[in-house]
């Protein structure tokens, strides 16, 4: 007979793959909806998913034809949307796109032109205090990024790791640096992002504040994710 622990794990396997079988029609949480989970259960045909997904895609090709402005337009209404759909509303403020644990900016030249994306993830929902070690709930944030640059394959990004100024700046650096490792290295390992496609992954403690103080500051702690075209076409 079959002790309780070994049932226990049979029952399990079970139970997961008729989740994994059945992923089209039993309800799934925010990170089992995205395009690079769905690749790797098999569920949805890469193709089907990318053209009924909210995303939108653009093939190769198209920054030159479109101009970086036009390309990026369409690439941060497609990254709004597939928050949104998945449960992340954002609401406006101060011209930005504010939801739960992130935000979403445009980065605009002198002329109002689309020139980056900044996606902003909340650094307590994104690590444990004094970690750098992804939460599940980054691992979502982050997928709807590494969805959007595979979406968007003339894409390229920078991570820059932000603490507030509690504890030796020494340690806060180090901790800042480690943790944009780890957002990169969630985009390379589930996304298939390549090494070109980061142009910079750097960690900077409290030398760019939002808020200017000395004290524990939330907004200060933060993952701060730049995405922009391989280059400027006009």
Known sequence: ??????????????????????????????????????KFCGCVNPKEAKAGDHLGSLPEGSLDKMGTSEYLEK???????????????????????VGKGVELKRIEDDEKRLRELLIVIDGDVAFPSGKSTLT???KELIAKVGDA?????????????????????????KLSKERSQSVKLELKLIHRIVEA?????????DLHKIVDTMLAEKKNRRTEIYVGTVRIVY
């Open 1 to 38: 007979m079959f002790k309780y622990s070994s049932v226990h794990n049979v029952l399990f396997l079970i139970s997961l793959l008729f989740t994994v079988v059945n992923c089209n029609t039993v309800e799934k949480p925010d990170w089992a909806k995205s395009v690079a989970f769905q």
């Open 75 to 97: 690439l941060y209404k497609g990254l709004r949307n597939d928050f949104e759909h998945s449960g992340t509303p954002f609401e406006e403020i101060g011209g930005s796109l």
């Open 149 to 173: 640059m595979e979406a968007y394959p003339e894409t390229n990004c920078r991570i820059g790791g932000h603490t507030d100024s509690v504890g030796a700046f020494s340690m806060n650096l």
């Open 197 to 205: 496609r980061f142009k910079e992954v750097d960690g900077f403690a």
């Open 136 to 138: 599940p709930k980054a």
